[in-house]
């Protein structure tokens, strides 16, 4: 079979296998993370459908990549600096400690020398990014206390490949010059740094250009150079590419464009790590482990029972509850990807034999393979406390208010709502609109609010209101179609274009509809009367009147027509009468858009 007919035979089988496996395990309450692992199973070493798992693996590993940049666009440099305590100390305390304890082990099983032993021992230490983050996103978690406590100690496992690949480099004695592992450090901060100031002055500009353009390819081009082009930078630096990404998306997390990019980047992600899982079910190799599976079946459940062990006793030491403790111990006593690179270059380096290493890649696959499991039965260790939530650090991200659309209608009601002390999260599609209102201070995010995606990037999920106010009917409402489906407890405020849409919305059943028109010509037709000397209270409780009766005529129309209620329109002065007769007869509709039709009524 000729290379590009493997290559598109495989994608089908890969495909495939999500669309069946996922769906049932999902059913089954397993979730997809196992689903995925057990349709790479039966693809591979099972039925040998695909054969070069490894391959597979090394591009599916942007689906880590990509998850990584979504996290970061999720936190702000603020937040992060807030979560030092927890990356460098808990993050420290998990690796060293944990990483003694395997060490220990590994030595006295004899397997090992010295130096193997250590590189297994540490290399056991660092957990799975993936399996933990998927699982705490499937659950709704990731901004919890105890969701994010786990990302500071996988954060920490991120920067701490380094010092155990430059580690590899003097335990085998090699030839490089002892400055060497400083060199690489040297080059590691160097490489952060620059991401830093590229972030910071280069990627914001990049997109308020592509934005002007309105080409919605070219965004979606522009986030994945982004992610890939920081992913590389960090891996030349001998750092993990996904580092990389997640520090691209910090510097992204205060620009405009975070839910856009957010939205774009979703359905890659989603597709690339599900392939992501079912190529390390692919990579496991059965006949490894049915050589040496008593000694799988004893150290698989002894290296994750002493990473919890050692997890929890340092959680709850450093200030965790009990059951945050236990969510988190169960959450992270898998092997990671990393130590597949750790084990590979120990082999290589001659630490460790190949069958071993094989074998400790085995022992990190089976142990993701549980992970799942173990999170789920770890609730029944749990004593009920309520779960601790973090506030949201993020402006507007998972505010009560969702507005839709910046006019300046929208930011006449936006001022009311943060005058009572409520934040908002704004998204508007203009560039320039968005850019405007930040000289004023107002903080306001790109993207289509007509997308689902993008609603969801924004936090519709935890809205309780949303406010459609955009300015052109269509758009309006393909937005109040959109949220009514997928979101029908949403309660739905929307700006009307006229008296015919405010009808249209009022059938659709929305919560709450305003013709932007109608309050501002109350209140010129009431300060006009006082200008002709009527009194303040009497042109009061005529715009009452008028209010009233405008109510009164869109509840006949709703129900009877457009033409129901015409009696209740003022077609000639009721008092005074003018003191000069009009040249012209006058026509109360004539600012109307349907104004000479049969429907001449509809904006009055």
Known sequence: MSAPNAFFSETILLLGGAVVAAPIFKKLGLGTVLGYLAAGIVIGPVFHGITDGEQILAVAELGV???????????????????????????????VLTGLALTALAWFSQVLDWRGSIVAGFGLALSSTAFAMQILEGDGDV??????????MLLFQDLAIVPLLALITILDGGDKGSNAPLLDFAIAVGAVAAMIVMGRYLLTPLFQ????????EAMIAAALFVVMGSASLMQLAGLSMAMGAFLSGVMLAESSYRHELEADIEPFRGVLLAIFFIAVGLSLELDVLADNALFVIVAVPIVMAVKAIVIYGICRISGSPHDDAIRIAFLL?????FGFVLFTTAGAAGLMSTSTASLLVAIVTLSMALTPIGSALSKRLLNGDEQEELDEDFEGAGADVLMVGFSRFGQIAAQILLAGGRSVTVIDFSADRIRQASSFGFRIYFGDGARKDVLRSAGIDRAKIVLVCTQKKEITDKVVELVQADYPNTRLYVRSYDRVHSIELRNKGVDYELRETLESGLLFGRRTLEALGVSEVDAYEIGEDIRKRDEARLVLQVSEGLQAGRDMLFSHPVRPEPLVKPKRAADPFEDDPLAGTADATADA
């Not at 940049?69 to 998990?94: C, H, N, S, V, Y």
């Not at 901004?143 to 500071?152: C, I, K, M």
């Not at 006593?333 to 990807?337: M, T």
């Open 209 to 216: 250009i592509i934005a002007r353009t309105g080409a919605r």
């Open 333 to 337: 006593p898998q092997g990671g990807e």
């Open 143 to 152: 901004n919890t206390r105890y969701g994010q406590r786990s990302f500071s």
């Open 65 to 95: 990549v990509f998850l990584l940049f979504i996290i970061g666009l999720e936190l702000k440099p603020t937040r992060l600096w807030q979560m030092r305590r927890d990356i460098f100390g808990l993050g420290t305390a998990q690796v």
